[in-house]
Structure formats: structure tokens, C-alpha cells
């Protein structure tokens, strides 16, 4: 049996399905998270989860947003042995190349995981695109057009 394929979803993404759906590309890319998570419970992908979204998620005030994103994680997260040193390397780089710091870290972890890297920011999707990284980033349905999910 295939190993299933490993994707990086930034909080911003993962807390998609939980922001105000009356804007239109918010409830698309809310549908898109959703279709993608049908697929992680499906055991169709593995979600690398990393010290930066323990981070985040506990900065999150709503309870119940951050209880369920945090036992997401725990239930389905693809385990994975850091090196630490050598992504916090990578992740000064990036940083020095214009990534803000968080994002720096969350590109840093998916480039050593690497696991397709998901976003729902499009200044962060841009400036890794003129990077030129190893893995793919992009938005939640830019992945699922990519990926041909249903």
C-alpha cells in the first residue's frame, strides 16, 4: 500500500472552515479545507504538524476553534523527526529573504518534510513562488484542482 502524501496546512488555511463564509472566496476556500480534510480522514493524505501551529492555535481565543484544530492535529498529523537546527537554518534564510518570521518556520517545516504546502495567504504564496522552493504552495483550491479531489 502507498504511503499517503504529506501536506502542510498553515493555520490560516486550517482555520479556514471556522471565518465568517459571507465572502465568497472564503467560503470557497472554507469547502476546499473541508474537501482536503475529507481526504486526511480518508487516511488519502497525512497533515505535518509542527511546533509553529502548536504555537499559533494556542494564540487562537475562541475555545472551541482551538480545542477542535488542536485535537485534529493530534488525531491525524504525520509523525515526523525535526532536525531543529537545520530548519531553524532554513527558516533564517527565508526569513532574510523576505518571509515574516511564522511564515518562515511554517515554509521551513513543509520544505523538510516535504509535504505539499498549503496557504490561504496570497502575499505568502507569491513570495514562495519567486523563491523557487522545492515543494508546491499554494491554496486550498488551487491543491484540490491540482490534485483532482471530489
Known amino acids: 500500500m502507498e504511503e499517503p502524501k504529506k501536506i502542510y496546512l498553515d493555520v490560516c488555511a486550517l482555520a479556514r472552515p471556522f471565518d465568517d463564509v459571507s465572502f465568497i472566496r472564503i467560503r470557497l476556500e472554507a469547502e ?3 474537501l ?3 481526504h486526511v480522514h480518508k487516511r488519502l493524505y497525512k497533515i505535518v504538524f509542527s511546533p509553529v501551529h502548536v504555537r499559533e492555535i494556542s494564540d487562537i481565543p475562541e475555545d ?3 480545542e477542535q484544530l488542536l485535537m485534529f492535529l493530534k ?3 504525520a509523525s515526523v523527526r525535526w532536525n531543529l537546527s537545520q530548519i531553524r537554518a532554513r527558516a533564517e534564510e527565508l526569513y532574510i529573504k523576505g518571509l515574516g518570521i511564522a511564515d518562515a518556520a511554517h515554509v521551513a517545516f513543509a520544505e523538510f518534510a516535504r509535504a505539499d ?3 490561504c495567504d ?3 504564496i507569491k513570495k514562495c513562488k519567486k523563491l523557487n522552493l522545492d515543494i508546491w504552495v499554494g491554496n486550498p483550491i488551487a491543491f ?4 483532482g479531489l471530489r
Do not use: H, M, Q
Open 32 to 34: 476546499a479545507v473541508n
Open 36 to 38: 482536503i480534510l475529507a
Open 64 to 66: 472551541y476553534e482551538r
Open 75 to 77: 488525531e491525524y498529523s
Open 117 to 119: 504546502f498549503i496557504t
Open 122 to 124: 496570497d502575499r505568502l
Open 144 to 147: 484540490c484542482e491540482k490534485e
